[in-house]
């Protein structure tokens, strides 16, 4: 996933599928997509790494063997960033200045107000507006749940908000 992921847009008439690859959203590496719509009708698409590589991802599979002081050392460095687009259809370009940081498995969430949440590396954070600045709203752990590798939160609110 390090070397190989992108994200990939594709469209279907239904959730179902078939789904019809479009085009390369974002190069690699990025991984864990978290499309949101902003207050202002534009988009975009948290996700960590930065996207800077090819986009031609997994041309260059390795065998499958984990190495978890290469995986430490690139979480360590990735961070997050965010693509913003007018259309769902792009082009994705980088957010710059990116203000978000270091956020390891973004999970967002636009609030009807507009306020942008983000859950990410037990932090929650909020912004105005999709160019921060990022405040902390509160922090989290799991400690005291059950064990267990916590890792890809969703940010969601239920019927009754």
Sequence with gaps: WTKNSRIDHAVADAVEGPYTFQEVAVNTWSHNAAPVELADGTFAIFHIGDGSGAPD?????????????????????????????????????????????????????VHPNGTIYIVCSGQLKSAENIHGPWTDVTSFSHDGGPPGNYEDPVLYTDKRG
């Excluded at 960033?81 to 270091?102: A, K, R």
């Design 57 to 109: 991802g997994g041309q260059n599979c390795s065998s499958g063997v984990f190495d978890s002081q290469n995986d430490a050392e690139l979480r360590a460095q990735a961070g997050s960033t965010i693509h913003v687009s007018d259309s769902l259809e792009g082009p994705w370009t980088p957010l710059s200045p990116n203000t978000l940081g270091s956020c390891n498995n973004p999970a967002p969430w």
